[in-house]
């Protein structure tokens, strides 16, 4: 099969709504990251999803929908806070999760009695979702645990020859997946840290908790449990304080011959000139829209990347750790 990387308009949509129609995956573009999309009331569209990506068939997906679709064709919306999340994120990074009506199939729930729903906010992924007026259920479209792909290039670099088209919707711009939200309870939990923090939420919700995962817990968010997010070199990560330790080993990298990079933020990128940097901007924001980026950028070069970033906890910072940690290999 040929993998074609297609424009956003018109014609495309309506080969792209064909192709699902047929039960075909596309590569999707979204505001965070792009999606392996498949329409989530096809049980084989949605059982390719997991044998494209090699994905763990406990490991449910969400359902994307478009702004004025009706949730409540596929989910039971069970409390009054969700209509003002509703108003105050959607179209946007937050995914909830409900009580699941049985629309969406069970494969694509990994046998649970949950949906997880999306309305992203990209231009170009509305007007897909739009066109095709059903739910298209997406993970991210890398290989699975491989950088999550930020643009076209990328999912052609993981998913080429395995599915038929992929729609250019450019660089996402969010660059985190989104927050994964329970708002089956009377309080909403957050089981995925994402751009849609707790104190956001709090906001608007007044109170916001957030999912603690232990190696014993039944998982409730499958997807946390897993290796995820790895470029395929070799990874350093170092707490901000033993920045020392890091440029030793980048040295140490250096005398061997090797080519190591170092993963920060700009504010040491400015002090470190003159070494190989994958440079992640400024401020918070900026740092999660090039964080799989640069990953994906340092794979590509790099025989070690060495990453070394200040956790400044804010929630923004907590999302960004928790990829980056997953990402890279600890150094104690
Ligand atoms: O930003 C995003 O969310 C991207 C774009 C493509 O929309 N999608 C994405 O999908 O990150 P994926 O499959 O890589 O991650 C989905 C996460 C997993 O951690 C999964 O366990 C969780 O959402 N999830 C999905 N359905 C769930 C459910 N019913 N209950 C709890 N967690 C669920
Ligand atoms: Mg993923």
Do not use: W
């Not at 449910?60 to 989910?75: F, G, N």
């Not at 990347?305 to 600890?330: M, P, S």
Request: negative net charge; hydrophobic residues 40%; proline residues 5%.
């Amino acid at each position: 099969m040929q993998t074609k990387i297609v424009e956003i308009n018109e014609q495309n949509l309506k080969l792209a709504v064909d192709l699902l129609l047929d039960g075909e995956l596309i590569g999707m573009p979204t505001e965070t990251v792009y999606g392996l999309a498949g329409v989530g009331t096809n049980p084989n569209a949605v059982k390719n999803i997991f044998k494209v990506k090699g994905r763990p068939s406990d490991n449910p997906l969400i359902a994307h929908v478009h702004k004025d679709y009706d949730i409540s064709k596929i989910c039971i919306v069970e409390q009054d806070y969700v209509k003002k999340l509703i108003d105050a994120f959607l179209p946007g990074p937050l995914t909830m999760v409900f009580k699941s009506n049985g629309v969406v199939c069970s494969e694509a729930l990994a046998g649970g009695d949950t949906v997880a729903i999306r309305v992203p906010s990209h231009e170009g992924c509305q007007k897909l979702l739009k066109a095709i007026d059903m739910p298209l259920v997406a993970p991210s479209a890398n290989l699975s645990k491989h950088v999550s792909p930020v643009t076209s290039q990328h999912v052609f670099d993981d998913l080429n020859g395995k599915i038929p088209l992929i729609l250019e919707g450019g660089k996402c711009f969010g660059g985190i997946e989104s927050t994964v939200l329970d708002v089956t309870c009377s309080t909403p939990r957050i089981l995925r840290l994402g751009l849609v923090t707790q104190e956001m939420i709090k906001q608007v919700v007044g109170a916001c908790d957030i999912a603690e995962h232990k190696e014993s817990d039944k998982v409730k968010s499958p997807g946390v449990k897993y290796h995820h997010y790895m470029p395929n070199c070799e990874t350093a990560l170092f707490d901000f304080e033993d920045f020392d330790k890091a440029l030793e080993l980048y040295d140490d990298y250096l005398a061997n011959g090797k080519t190591p990079y170092i993963l920060c933020d700009g504010v040491l990128a400015d002090k470190l000139n003159g070494r190989n940097l994958l440079n992640l901007g400024y401020d918070e924001k900026e740092i999660a829209s090039n964080l799989y980026m640069r990953l994906r950028d340092g794979e590509e070069k790099a025989d070690i990347i060495i990453a070394v970033l200040e956790n400044k906890n804010t929630g923004i910072y907590d999302g960004i750790f928790n990829r980056l940690t997953k990402a890279c290999k600890k150094v104690k």
